[in-house]
């Protein structure tokens, strides 16, 4: 059997981050299939014994020229180490080691899975085998390189539990920035007498700063470890959805705790099951119809959303996929 031997390029690597630290569990999946070498702009905990790991330094401060001459040296010095290049929502790295990936004639492949592109996300679908998405809509525009192959949840540690849900407990999970629309959520919650919202998630940029900072005059927010945030999914009521962004992970992660979900994101609406969709105007009614049912139809509902990721977006199944086109 051949095995695979990867170079995988990454934001971070780093378990106790609040946005990325799922990808340690990605990163030790792929080691399974064979050799792994990660390279992350910044680096921080992680455990993944089997695999070597290399940072570009930006947690030591180093700007941008630095990290490039860096991710340069490192795609040189390690290159008898992978045959495959595989590329984690980050195009620009894909595009600056095209001329060393060309010359060591190495396989390239890239992970996207969101609204936005630009410039870098273009010219990399030009020198891409292949774009693995999550969804259809992972992608900003059309090309036959896209491979929807689900996303990558990791069900054996977002999974239901015995304890009780708390009674009328609302909860979103997420980036704080405009595109997941927690003004949605926050109206809806309002408007339902006797509910409790939960809004956890951190704001990456300056823009996300300042709507932070505008929401927690109104509403409660708060930031989890990634190892917390499964006990508040296997306890909460409902999950509220309404971003403008393609296929959310943590979405996906709520129905694996057989969390009842209502979205009114267009990217999700074919996912679920119809008692779980809503557009934007019938958003809150939606909540409040979940709410108002028995304890016995949301767990069947919540049973329902938890055999679908384990059918379409488990980790174990998402990685086996991606490898086995990296290896044809």
Known sequence: MTHLRALIVTQKVDREDPILGFFNRWIQEFARHGRVTVIGQMVGEHDLPSVTVLSLGKEKGRGRAAQ??????????HRSSYDVVFVHMTPVWAVLGWPLFFILRKRIYLWYEARGGGL???IAGLIVRRIFSAS?????????????????IDTDVFHPADARREKNLLVTVGRITASKRLDVIMDAAKSIPSTRLEIIGVPQTLEDRTLEAHLRNIACIRSLSPAEIPALLQCATVFLHASETSLDKALLEAMACACPVVSCASAVQDLLPEACRSTLDTFSDRVKAMLVRSPEERARIGAELRTLVERDHALPTLIARIAKVMLA
């Open 68 to 77: 490039i001459l860096n991710f340069y040296r490192l795609l040189w010095s």
């Open 120 to 122: 870098w996300l273009r």
């Open 136 to 152: 259809k809509a992972g992608m900003p525009f059309a090309t036959r390189k896209q491979m929807v192959v689900g996303h990558g």
